[in-house]
Each structure stands twice: as C-alpha cells, then as structure tokens.
C-alpha cells in the first residue's frame, strides 16, 4: 500500500482524489460525497476547461492529446499546492494513469479511491451521457485502454466497485470511510 505508512499518514494533505476510468462515477459520486462531507467539490477537467477558455474535447481537437496532459499535470500541480482545508477531486479517466500525476498526488500523502467497474458496465454507462469522451473510441479500444490503465488505478488507496450501487449509496459508504481515516489521522498528530 503506497500510502499506508505511518509518517505517511500524519503528513497526509486533506485532499480526496476520485480516480477510475471514463463512466466510474467520478463525477456524480464526488458531486454527492461533496455534500455529505461539507467541503468543496472540483472536477479537474472543468477546472481546466474554465482556465483555458475551451472545452476538453476542444483541446484534443485543436492540440492533441500531448498537449491535453501537459495542462492536466499543471492543473493538478496547482491545485496540490493550493490551501490544504478539505476538498474532493475528481480527475479525468487518464490523469491518474500518467506517473507524474500519481507520484505527484502520493507525495502530499492525499487519500486515491478508485472507482471501479467493469469495461462493458463503464460502456453503457458513457453510451448514456451525452458528455464529449475524445478517447472513447470503438469498444475494443475503450476495453483495451481500460486494461492497459488498470495496474496504474490500482496503485490507488482504496478501491471500490461502483458496478453495482447508485452514486448516493456509494458517496454513503464513503462518508463513514474518510471520517474515520481523517479522525485517526487526527488522533495520531
Ligand atoms: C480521459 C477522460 C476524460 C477526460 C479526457 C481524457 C481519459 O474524463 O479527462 O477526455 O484519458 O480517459 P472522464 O473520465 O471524466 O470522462
């Protein structure tokens, strides 16, 4: 476990990272986790697209890929050195998967959930929202992406399967699971 080590712990930042793969729930189960735990909410891609003044798929388009992550990793190097009160964030599906990112995140000792499900669950799923998914692609290829990825989003914290419950019975889950973990952290300062 990358993040379980005691000195890990006691200098662990209050930021909660959302990670998984595209249709995981990021979104929604951040949305209704941010409400129960009272703190602010952000989506990084939404973070990025109010920065640069273009949407994601915008910026595939114009810029490719390449240029998507380098803004990415200098969005998220922003936000980990902002304040440190208690936020929820939830990272687009490749974020986590790039090693810059992770080794960035893991050395402010910040809590990873990834959220996981299975490729033809996240399939249907991103089939249902209207959101623009530039590597979507055709279904061998979302499948094979999501193999790919896989051993990256496990490096996460904890590791949740999201197949099965609705976002406000998994935020529920949650809630309990990151009090506990910050009352410790508390109780171990
Ligand atoms: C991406 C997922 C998207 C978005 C971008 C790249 C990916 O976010 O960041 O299109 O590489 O899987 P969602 O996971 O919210 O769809």
Same mark, same amino acid.
């Given at each position: 476990?990358?993040?379980?080590?005691?000195?890990?712990?006691?200098?662990?930042?209050?930021?909660?990272?959302?990670?998984?793969?595209?249709?995981?729930?990021?979104?929604?189960?951040?949305?209704?986790?941010?409400?129960?735990?009272?703190?602010?909410?952000?989506?990084?891609? @939404?973070?990025?697209? =109010?920065?640069?003044? $273009?949407? !994601? #798929? &915008? %910026?595939?388009?114009?810029?490719?890929?390449?240029?998507?992550?380098?803004?990415?990793?200098?969005?998220?190097?922003?936000?980990?050195?902002?304040?440190?009160?208690?936020?929820?964030?939830?990272?687009?599906?490749?974020?986590?998967? @790039?090693?810059?990112? =992770?080794?960035?995140? $893991?050395? !402010? #000792? &910040? %809590?990873?959930?990834?959220?996981?499900?299975?490729?033809?669950?996240?399939?249907?799923?991103?089939?249902?929202?209207?959101?623009?998914?530039?590597?979507?692609?055709?279904?061998?290829?979302?499948?094979?992406?999501?193999?790919?990825?896989?051993?990256?989003?496990?490096?996460?914290?904890?590791?949740?399967?999201?197949?099965?419950?609705?976002?406000?019975?998994?935020?529920?889950?949650?809630?309990?699971?990151?009090?506990?973990?910050?009352?410790?952290?508390?109780?171990?300062?």
């Amino acid at each position: 476990m990358p993040n379980s080590t005691p000195e890990r712990q006691a200098e662990r930042s209050r930021l909660v990272f959302l990670v998984g793969f595209m249709g995981s729930g990021k979104s929604s189960v951040g949305h209704e986790l941010a409400i129960r735990l009272k703190c602010e909410f952000v989506d990084l891609d @939404q973070r990025i697209e =109010a920065r640069i003044g $273009r949407s !994601v #798929g &915008a %910026i595939f388009r114009d810029s490719g890929e390449g240029e998507f992550r380098r803004i990415e990793h200098e969005a998220l190097k922003e936000l980990l050195r902002e304040s440190d009160s208690m936020r929820l964030v939830a990272l687009g599906g490749g974020a986590f998967a @790039q090693p810059d990112n =992770a080794d960035a995140i $893991r050395d !402010v #000792g &910040a %809590i990873t959930i990834f959220l996981d499900a299975p490729p033809d669950v996240l399939w249907r799923r991103c089939q249902e929202d209207p959101q623009e998914r530039p590597l979507r692609g055709k279904y061998e290829q979302f499948a094979e992406l999501h193999r790919q990825r896989m051993n990256r989003y496990l490096e996460a914290s904890w590791h949740i399967d999201s197949s099965q419950k609705t976002a406000k019975e998994i935020a529920a889950d949650l809630e309990q699971r990151i009090h506990a973990e910050f009352l410790s952290q508390e109780n171990t300062r």
